[in-house]
């Protein structure tokens, strides 16, 4: 997909974080929060679309929230279900990445930057999504 942005996506249970790489798929930068409370499955799904189409996405990373134990509970089974909504109103690839520590490193990040908790929450779930994006850049080579 080079040549092709990447999206990265962190699905909380109250925010999505959004994230996307340059174009040259090096890098991962913040991009947007979706608020959960405000929107319905469909209108998330609407508003991701709309990225990709705005954005010129050519691949979709999706952090997938694995137990320590790297087994899947719950949580990935959400995920499972909101991958499956993406899939039926997108024709790109959708890849699911390990998560696993990801909101933790995005607030060791922040913490590091001196970013006060206050400010941490507006963008702690658009950090997660760089942290889960740049990690499979990296893993992947871009």
């Not at 790489?21 to 913040?30: I, V, W």
């Not at 947007?32 to 705005?54: F, H, P, S």
């Not at 997108?90 to 001196?114: C, F, G, N, T």
Request: glycine share 10%; charged share 25%.
């Amino acid at each position: 997909m080079i040549g092709k942005k990447a999206l990265g996506i962190d699905y909380g249970g109250r925010r999505i974080g959004l994230a996307i790489s340059d174009g040259l798929r090096m890098t991962a930068q913040p991009y947007d929060t979706l608020d959960r409370r405000k929107l319905d499955k469909a209108a998330v799904v609407a508003q991701i679309v709309r990225i990709i189409e705005e954005q010129e996405i050519g691949e979709i990373v999706v952090g997938l929230p694995l137990l320590l134990s790297g087994q899947e509970g719950d949580a990935a089974t959400k995920i499972r279900y909101f991958v499956a909504d993406l899939e039926a109103a997108v024709s790109i690839p959708i890849i699911l990445e390990d998560e696993r520590m990801s909101s933790a490193m995005a607030a060791q990040y922040m913490k590091q930057a001196d970013m006060n908790s206050r400010k941490r929450r507006g963008v702690i779930d658009k950090m997660a999504a760089v942290v889960i994006l740049q990690g499979y850049l990296d893993r992947t080579g871009g």
